[in-house]
């Protein structure tokens, strides 16, 4: 090979890796562009104070209102009741693998909390319906049989190991001198721990809090098992509710031409939720790059 | 400083009280996912049977069978690393080994972790918008593989990046020493060396994937497929969509087809795992 061919072909291929990395940033504009193309259709015909303030949800109704307020209360009860399971759990394992257990306990559990997070939401959504709803109606006689109390507690089981691997990691980084200071002015283990350590890595964890919160409001599958497709604007965890992601499925399960008034509120809500997720994310993103910062 | 007795022992007592609510917890976790794998087990594993597995659906739970959603699950599988991989991987060679730190290169790598975060669901509608609408590839096989390579996409670059970032610097410099170019180290001596660890980041991605159900039906795959998919252009259905499906009618029978269903995709789920820590362990041994 000459040595011209061979520069030029060496840009070609950079090129052509710098466009595969482009990519994803074109990813992210289209998702904007789709939501927004749809959305705007939507606002068309449907005022943008309804949409937020309303509080009546009936898009598939004949008489058919728009308020989103309904969706956002429901996806907001679950979400609380998953991170009410998950963010105490998760912290509590975070501190025993990360302060007592040995090293061969962490090899072993490790891998288990990976399978917890690896199993399809269907299967979970399963779970949630046919084994811990009428686990619940055993002493809960007045819980119904799609409700948000299950679903939640289900959920919070399948982020739990997403709190704990990434609070595990922030409450790693805290440099053994703080614990050794610690010890040394007679602090116990739990002393330490509790008093030292997890505030030290608090950023870490405030940042795997806000993702776990962020992963509760777009999951889909278990809610749309298990909560039931009732939008109903309520603080009560026994009756059947609605999410946003849940209405999306239940939308696209019927058979909506492109263009209609049904088939843009999907987009509107998906909008919503990808707004809400997205701050979500940059904020967990900017409070993680705040404690690497803290110990460098 | 002497301390009383008494204190010392609520110390020691406090010390034990953490340790044993932490291994509580984790106990509860772990004993969750025990009672979920044994319920589905006892729902579900009189149902399982070749009839089950080579059946088609019908409308008679009994007779019903998986046959279109597993073969759609592989094709779909297979199609989604075919796109996933290249762009995946050659992403994230432009990231660890040509990007300088430089303003557009933090940006991709913010985005990346972005989307990475981005509800499914959202990846459904992309997909809904820009190919089964927009590119008019309608609710086909393709379109299904395309959602979901852009939803792999970020956790493909990321695994890459740990196994390039993986293979030590002096590899590369002994392939420049010998005069060899940058594209020339890569692919013949970071590529191969990384090989096994970008398999099994592939591997978790597709085990991902294997139970993705929200995009799928956002963007419109059927819930009820009596036909094997024959083209990237078909119609399909998927293990997890045929699941839902079970589990959302009434009768009771078609639930105990959906926890058959669950087994099935389950057994998929561990093999497909257990190959990626095979694989690992491999990589390490020879390393050493």
Known sequence: MTRRFRQR?????????????????FVTLGIIGVLLFETIGFFREVAVTE??????????FFNKRFGVLPLVAGTVLVSAIAMAVALPAGLLSAVYLSEYASPGTRRAVKPVLEVLAGVPTVVYGYFALLFVTPLLQSFLPQLA????????????????????????????SVPSGLREASYALGATKAQTSLTVVLPAALSGISAAAILAVSRAVGETMIVAIAAGQQPRLTANPLV???TMTAFIVQVSLGDTPTGTIEYRTIFAVG???FLGTFGLNLFSTWLRGRYREVYR | MEMPRSATRTRRLSDKALAFAGLFVLGLALLALAVLLVDVFLDGAGRVSWQFLVGYPSRRAADAGLLPALVGSLYLILLTIAIALPVGVGAAIYLEEYSTQGRVARFIELNISNLAAVPSIIYGLLGLGLFVRALAMGQSLLAGACTLALLLLPIVILSTREALR??????REGSYA????????IWNQVLPVAAPGILTGVILAVSRAIGETAPLITIGALTYVPFVPDSIWSPFTVLPIQIFNWVSRPQSAFLVNA???????LVLLLSLNAAAILLRDRYRSQRM
């Open chain 2, 166 to 171: 993986a293979v030590p610097v002096s590899l």
């Open chain 1, 9 to 25: 072909f060496e840009t070609v291929i950079e090129r052509a890796l710098f466009a595969c990395a482009a990519l994803s940033v």
């Open chain 1, 51 to 60: 949409f937020l303030f309303g509080t009546t949800w009936t898009p598939l």
């Open chain 1, 145 to 172: 049989g799609f409700n948000a109390l299950s679903p939640g507690i289900v959920m919070g089981i399948m982020i739990l190991p997403l709190v704990s691997s990434l609070s595990e990691d922030a409450l790693h």
């Open chain 2, 259 to 265: 926890a058959g269903g669950i087994l099935v995709l």
């Open chain 2, 178 to 185: 010998l005069g060899a170019t940058r594209w020339q180290t």
């Open chain 1, 240 to 242: 059947p509710v609605e």
């Open chain 1, 271 to 273: 909008m919503l939720l």
